[in-house]
């Protein structure tokens, strides 16, 4: 049986900025029954940095975020934060340690508002008859999901009641992005967040993604739109059948170059 921890060639990868990673990736294998989804993955995350996460479907990009968020535990290997090991068993734990992930479906509800969507299972209250009752605060919750969509994302919600479906898909990016952000997210993961948008909208995600990191937040940003990637991405991280196939800084590699990593081929290196 072949090792499944193969790992990328020290010449395919661009390391990130000096200093202690935001995370640190080592030897991560994950097994479904006998196939092998992650095959000894080996990957630094800088802090504050943007880094694309971009592969063919299957690839194992979707595996390396779910054990990197606790979904699914890796069945070897070690994830370090701030440069201590730590257990990431579930989502929760993911959560503790302000990793936050927007899925492309964004998980809103197509008929609650803004402020409803925003604090969806951990809505504020207040009292009432002097603490014998506690009812939501409508008025609070919507204060607090409008400032921090506006100031923080950077984009207003012209109407906080109407409902998620009646929003723009750049508007619910933004509530989505928004709600990581109050829960003090240090590194937000994006699945395909300018999927399924018009350009118009995809542009302002994209400069979300830009304040972001402005504001010191790291990004995991997983695209099969390179044009988006190589527009904020630091550095682009290519998955081919469950490996790292490749780190490279975004302003050393082409579009060409990184669909052929895609597809497998081998990128060599003049340092290498």
Known sequence: MSDPTTRTEAGDTAPPPSGTPHVRLRGLVKRFGGVVALRGVDLDIARGEVLGLVGDNGAGKSTLIKVLTGVHPADEGTIEL?????????????????????????????????????????????????????????????????NVVRDQVGLAIGNPYAPAATMSGGQRQAVAIGRALYEEAELVIMDEPTAALG??????????????????????????????????ADRIAVMHNGELHAVKATSEVTRTEVVGLIMGSQLHDDAA
Not at 117 to 144: H, S, Y
């Open 82 to 146: 701030n440069g201590a090991t730590v257990e990431m068993d579930h989502p929760d734990r993911a959560r503790e340690f302000g990793i936050e992930t927007i899925y492309q479906d964004l998980a809103l509800v197509p008929t609650f508002d803004l402020p409803t969507n925003f604090f969806l299972g951990r809505e504020l209250t207040r009292p009432l008859l002097g603490g014998l009752l506690q009812v939501t605060d409508k008025a609070r919750m919507r204060e607090i999901a409008t």
């Open 199 to 232: 350009v118009e909208e995809q542009e302002k995600v994209l400069d979300i993604i830009r304040r972001l990191k402005a504001d010191g937040v790291t990004i995991v940003m997983i695209s099969h739109t390179l044009d988006h990637v190589f527009a904020v």
